[in-house]
């Protein structure tokens, strides 16, 4: 189930900053190495790229309840669960010739939806 490795990951964190930092009040800083991101200080999506020699590259979004292992039975190829994260994320497989950046963009979304403070999203959120 491992992802080939892509050969341009700066490529795919490119267009996973872009998705991600054009959502309301978000930045990205590092943790633990990764390109990581925030709204109002919670996290909501994380690049990875070959994570200790796993041979992915993944965003590792939020979801709802018991979705994760939802998506991951429906979907092993693209969805995976995500080493030191518990339940409630999954991995997104991208930077594959085949990666639909459109659905990308949603996970990254509804991530960002289920991290961002209340008054963002009263205030019509992304």
Do not use: C, N
Not at 5 to 32: I, N
Not at 39 to 55: L, N, P, S, Y
């Amino acid at each position: 189930m491992a992802d080939t490795l892509s050969a341009e990951p700066d490529a795919a964190l490119d267009q996973v900053r872009a998705l991600a930092l054009d959502l309301p009040e978000t930045s990205e800083k590092l943790s633990h190495g990764q390109p990581t991101f925030f709204v109002a200080g919670a996290m909501f999506a994380q690049f990875r790229h070959d994570h200790h020699g796993d041979g992915r590259t993944i965003v590792a979004v939020k979801t709802a309840d018991e979705e994760d292992l939802a998506l991951i039975e429906a979907a092993p190829d693209l969805y995976s669960r995500v080493a030191y994260f518990g339940r409630g994320w999954v991995g997104l497989a991208i930077g594959r010739p085949d990666t639909d950046w459109a659905h990308v963009g949603d996970r990254i979304a509804r991530s960002w939806e289920l991290a961002a403070p209340r008054r963002l999203l009263e205030a019509g959120g992304r």
